[in-house]
């Protein structure tokens, strides 16, 4: 069997992308395919600028950024 999968990027800090996602809902109704939505998290530890930043800044980042994310999705299939 397999399992198909429709993969949604959005940003989350573009307002526009709520309508991206519904889009990628109806897709994945459309072809019974499972909706998998992703963001993207800057890598502030990686450069000199991640020097400035508390060393667990980046796992802050990632925990709140999946949180919004979580939000953004419910609130907008609900």
Not at 38 to 51: A, D, E, Q
Not at 53 to 71: I, P, Y
Request: include cysteine; proline fraction near 1%.
């Amino acid at each position: 069997m397999t399992v198909k999968s429709v993969l949604c990027a959005i940003d989350l800090s573009h307002e526009s992308d709520k309508e991206v996602l519904k889009t990628a809902d109806k897709l994945a109704r459309l072809d019974d395919a499972q909706l998998d939505v992703i963001t993207v998290v800057p890598n502030f530890g990686m450069t000199l600028v991640g020097s400035y930043f508390d060393e667990n800044f980046q796992g802050e980042m990632v925990s709140k950024t999946r949180e919004a994310l979580t939000k953004m999705v419910c609130d907008v299939l609900g």
